[in-house]
Nanobody, 121 residues
């Protein structure tokens, strides 16, 4: 079954760094736009960053711009989120999302299972 396998979440101190990975299992990411989302306790899920299928276009939420970097290696079917200068407010479950437009206003989408990031103050 096609899946997104996430890894890299951990407990870190404020100011530390983590790199999250999202690897496609059973399919290729070549034609998928990839987004990272996060959900903190008691909060709505929010978008963090996204990257185009080619990797040529990226976008970031204002709260993470300048600290987080999204990248992809299509040869490895893997997307990364490098997180630097982490703050306690970055504590959340982080989810990878893949979306492919298949025409007629239809999309093929997959969600990862989530990986937990905890930043101690």
């Amino acid at each position: 079954q096609p899946q997104l396998a996430e890894s890299g979440g951990a407990l870190v101190q404020s100011g530390g760094s983590l790199r999250l990975s999202c690897a496609a299992v059973g399919f290729t990411l070549d034609y998928y736009v990839i987004g990272w989302f996060r959900q903190a306790p008691g909060k709505e899920r929010e978008g963090v960053s996204c990257i185009s299928s080619s990797g040529g276009y990226t976008d970031y939420a204002g709260s993470v711009e300048g600290r987080f970097t999204i990248s992809r290696d299509n040869a490895k079917d893997t997307v990364y989120l490098q997180m630097n200068s982490l703050r306690p407010e970055d504590t959340a479950d982080y989810y990878c999302h893949a979306r492919e437009y298949v025409g007629s206003n239809q999309y093929r989408t997959y969600w990862g299972q989530g990986t937990q990031v905890t930043v101690a103050s």
